[in-house]
């Protein structure tokens, strides 16, 4: 799931299908765009949304024009995604794998082994005092079980403390429910800084919460 200023969008692991909502939750249109399939997450710099389908390469997309623009290497699988603004560069990661952090010309600046069994997604913060923070969604080592965002400090390249069972608010009655992936924003309310993202189940759920005022 990612979040544009004025829309939401959901992408399908299994097709090439790609889903655009408002706000209000109305599905405005499903697309694709011709050479991209299979997108597990997706990241938006303010300008293209990027993605990753499990391979070791990363989709620049342009969704107003349904175009593919470029693609950018990856050294591992890319299975979930976020834009960091301060570092012009992307976390990516496959599930288990080690979070990294390259450049657009797939360079690696950083690497963290998070021991996390299963992340599905990943949120860049840079507003939260202290930060920056990496907001993790992992869908844990078994299922059912609790669908737990994690808050990691870049910096020290550790946890926080903070978790949250999204199982809890989002996903009561979900049980078998299980972890998407994550974006944040602060054009989602004004004057708050959000944290949104996807909890697959019956149904699937967009949700956001408030994490800075």
């Known amino acids: 799931a990612e979040f544009d200023g004025n829309f939401l969008y959901v992408t399908n692991g299994v097709s090439n299908l790609?889903?655009?909502?408002?706000?209000?939750?109305?599905?405005?249109?499903?697309?694709?765009?011709?050479?991209?399939?299979?997108?597990?997450?997706?990241?938006?710099?303010?300008?293209?949304m990027y993605g990753g389908s499990g391979s070791q390469n990363i989709y620049q997309m342009d969704f107003l024009n349904k175009t593919l623009v470029g693609t950018i290497a990856s050294p591992i699988n890319v299975r979930h995604i976020s834009y960091d603004e301060n570092n012009d560069a992307f976390w990516v990661g496959s599930w288990a794998d080690p979070l990294i952090l390259i450049t657009r010309s797939g360079t690696v600046l950083n690497s963290y082994n998070t021991m996390l069994p299963f992340i599905t997604g990943t949120a860049y913060d840079n507003v939260n005092p202290g930060g920056p923070y990496l907001w993790i969604f992992d869908a844990g080592d078994t299922i059912p079980g609790p669908q737990l965002i994690h808050k990691f400090h870049l910096p020290s390249g550790t946890f926080t403390g903070l978790n949250h069972d999204v199982l809890s608010d989002v996903g009561v009655g979900q049980p078998d429910a299980i972890a998407g992936g994550l974006f944040s924003t602060s054009e989602l309310v004004q004057g708050t800084f959000s944290l949104g993202g996807i909890l697959v189940g019956a149904p699937t759920i967009l949700f956001a919460y408030e994490i800075h005022n």
Request: aromatic residues 12%.
């Open 18 to 48: 790609i889903s655009k909502y408002d706000l209000t939750g109305t599905l405005i249109e499903t697309f694709s765009i011709p050479g991209v399939t299979n997108l597990n997450d997706i990241a938006f710099d303010g300008t293209y």
